[in-house]
């Protein structure tokens, strides 16, 4: 099975930054897991306005 990893974080703190690989990694060891082929990952960084 194909499958593809979309990891986001929504603020650019350092530690969000971290997050976001910590996030593509756990992806990828739950879908060798499951023994899917992951075709695509897509990484996303949205910055909240929270003013």
């Known amino acids: 099975m194909n499958a593809i990893i979309y990891a986001r974080v929504s603020t ?3 530690e969000q930054e971290t997050s ?3 996030q593509e990694e756990e992806l990828l060891a739950l879908a060798a897991m499951h023994k899917m082929n992951v075709v695509k ?5 949205k910055q909240v306005d929270m003013s």
């Open 20 to 22: 976001l690989k910590r």
């Open 12 to 14: 650019v703190k350092e």
């Open 41 to 45: 990952v897509i990484k996303k960084k």
